[in-house]
Every structure is written in C-alpha cells, then in structure tokens.
C-alpha cells in the first residue's frame, strides 16, 4: 500500500514557476512509477509527467516539454513537478498518482494508476 500527499500548489501569476512535491509512504516508493496528472473544472484528467522506477526515465507530454520537470529524490520517498512559465489555461488541480514498476500499461493514462493522491490546486492568474 502507498499513501500519497501532494503539496507545493497555489496562486501564481503568468510566466511564474511552482515546485510541486507528492511524498509518499512506504519502504519500496523506488520501485514505484510515479505520474502527475492535472484536471481543469469540465474537463477530464491529463496526463503531465511521469518518472519510471529508480533509474527508469521519464515521459512528458509534447506540449509541456521544456517547461516542466519531472524529479524524485527516493532518500525522501518525494517526486517533484517544477513548473516554469506557468499560463493561466494551466489553471487546475494536480494529482500524483502511482503503479508498480513493473507495470507495461501505458504510463499517460489515468488508468494504468493503483494509488493517488488527494490533489493540490495551481491557479494561475493572467
């Protein structure tokens, strides 16, 4: 079982960065791929980021290249989200989520997840 907790959300203005962190329980978090996804009021859950178990790499989506980094430090059981450039259309609620490494179902979809977090808001005002 893993227990996630995101933090680091909040009101920024256009063009500025957060750092989001989602901390996890549990001895064996390496082992875990980890995922960001995002959810703006109406609309349906987005993939952002993903970082693969301890040495694995990392996904992102085409859009967001460049602008956002995906990180872990596993001495902290800790998986960061480092946006830059933020744009008001980013405006939504940010969710980590997480599945056994070995898992091979596609890493982009909300469905391939076994555990999530309870989401921190990122409003981004223009």
């Known amino acids: 079982q893993v227990q996630l907790v995101e933090s680091g959300g909040g009101l920024v203005q256009a063009g500025g960065s957060l750092r989001l962190s989602c901390a996890a329980s549990?001895?064996?978090?390496?082992?875990?791929?980890v995922g960001w996804f995002r959810q703006a009021p109406g609309k349906e859950r987005e993939f952002v980021a993903a970082i693969r178990r301890s040495g694995g790499g990392t996904d992102y989506v085409d859009s967001l290249k460049g602008r956002f980094t995906i990180s872990r430090d596993n001495a902290k059981n800790t998986v960061y989200l480092q946006m830059n450039t933020l744009k008001p259309e980013e405006t939504a609620v940010y969710y980590c989520a997480a599945r056994p490494g070995y898992s091979i179902a596609p890493i982009n979809r909300h469905t391939s997840y076994d555990y999530w977090g309870q989401g921190t808001q990122v409003t981004v005002s223009s």
């Open positions: 549990g001895r064996t978090f390496s082992s875990y791929a």
